[in-house]
Every structure is written in C-alpha cells, then in structure tokens.
C-alpha cells in the first residue's frame, strides 16, 4: 500500500509540473525519472511514433547510454 501511495504522490506531482511547464522535452525528461523511480526501473523512455516513417523514436530516457535519445 505504501509503494502505491508514492506512486500516486509522484504522478499528482508530475501533473501540477506539467501544467505550467512550457519545455516539453524537460516535462518528458521528468516523466522519465519519476517512472524510473516509481517502478525502481533502471532505465526508462518515452517513445514517438513516426507514422510517415513507420517507426519508433526514443524522445526521452534515462539510464541510456548517451546518444541514444533521438534515435
């Protein structure tokens, strides 16, 4: 119960941030860490999908190695 209270915590503050956040790749950024911290992951990312494309890129994440982000 105390690990879905944090997560709860964590998500109602990622939600304030967000509404007033103009820099969408910081706002990405932090969901990342919050996920990774919230799932006590090693490494987390956001995904966009490219339809002209057909393809995934990763917008945002961390525990990535460097220049991943991106691609």
Not at 22 to 38: H, P, Q, S, T
Not at 62 to 67: E, L, S, T
């Amino acid at each position: 119960m105390q690990v879905l209270r944090q997560q709860l915590a964590a998500f109602a503050q990622f939600t304030a941030r967000s509404l007033g956040e103009n820099n969408i790749d910081a706002l990405m950024r932090d969901a990342c860490l919050r996920a990774r911290a919230g799932l006590n992951a090693t490494h987390a990312k956001l995904m966009e999908y490219l339809p002209e494309r057909d393809t995934l890129v990763l917008r945002a994440g961390v525990g990535w190695q460097g220049g991943y982000v991106g691609r």
